[in-house]
């Protein structure tokens, strides 16, 4: 059976592959009959994000990136470092692999840690990357209800809907992880360590998902701005773009959108999940900007 699924996620791929080389072309084509510079002049675009922390909502701005200038939806799917089913961690040739298959213009996303390979591919000439990541208060609450309702083939979808009876119980589990699982992961902070090294890395944008949420021209003209700064061409003004791309967003458009509140967690903390959350993260939320101690 399981060679079956294989040879039928191959072909799938492959045909994802195709049609991406469809949308190049045509994509050329509509820039060379507008005068308008070609998809060899602009840089690979990439969402990278700390999981459930509004991977789509970014995606959805570069994803307008063709309505102001030279660049094409991938149609690929997500270079993650985890196999969602089996919950096996990737190597990086594999997900070197994968990312080597972006091409000037494409626009791809995924959830990769900060490895030295992957750091050095996205920050070297020729890539626009971003990282955002979001409260990891509101992410473990999210990550409940993502395992729990959203993903039935989750690697840890059974444990959470048939071991554990309740929603306070769920989310005691996402904070402190699974570290004797048969397939393990770590708690709050173990899960966030790999991906700090994101937010030292001039070249990459680090944003906030609550950025999108107080200000949303102001975020969406940061990640215009990075854009050219990387080599992406404008073909308008840049006010007339950030409306552009500001219009092209909806939340609600993701297939794993279910609030997209910031600050949700207030309402489903107990005072056993603050003390949990305390104990294993520790300073993680003043290191990462969310709060200034542990008084909270």
Not at 41 to 49: G, I, K, Y
Not at 111 to 136: K, S
């Amino acid at each position: 059976m399981s060679g079956i699924t294989d040879l039928k996620a191959g072909l799938k791929f492959q045909a994802k592959l195709v049609r991406r080389q469809w949308r190049r072309l045509k994509r050329q084509q509509t820039l060379r009959a507008a005068g308008q510079p070609g998809l060899g002049s602009a840089p690979v675009f990439f969402t990278n994000s700390f999981p459930k922390s509004g991977t789509h909502l970014l995606t959805q701005v570069l994803e307008g990136f063709p309505l102001v200038g030279p660049a094409v939806d991938s149609g690929l799917p997500a270079v993650v470092m985890f196999e969602g089913a089996s919950g096996r961690e990737r190597t990086t040739p594999e997900i070197l692999r994968d990312l080597k298959r972006l091409t000037h213009g494409d626009i791809g996303y995924g959830h990769l840690h900060a490895r030295p390979q992957i750091v050095d591919l996205f920050t070297a000439e020729g890539f626009c990357a971003y990282f955002i990541l979001r409260d990891p208060r509101d992410v473990v609450v999210s990550h409940v209800h993502y395992v729990t309702e959203i993903e039935p083939n989750h690697v840890h979808h059974a444990y959470y809907t048939q071991t554990l009876k309740t929603f306070d119980e769920r989310l005691s589990v996402s904070i402190l992880g699974r570290p004797d699982a048969v397939n393990p992961f770590p708690d709050i902070a173990g899960r966030f360590a790999p991906f700090l090294g994101w937010l030292t890395q001039p070249a990459v944008l680090a944003l906030k998902y609550e950025e999108f949420n107080t200000d949303r021209a102001a975020a969406v003209g940061k990640v215009l701005r990075h854009a050219v700064q990387r080599g992406f061409r404008l073909a308008l003004p840049e006010d007339q773009a950030v409306e552009r791309l500001m219009a092209q967003m909806d939340p609600q458009r993701s297939p794993t959108f279910r609030q997209g509140k910031s600050g949700g967690w207030r309402a489903k903390f107990t005072a056993e999940h603050k003390a949990l959350f305390k104990r294993v993260a520790g300073n993680l939320l003043v290191e990462l900007g969310y709060e200034q101690d542990e008084n909270w």
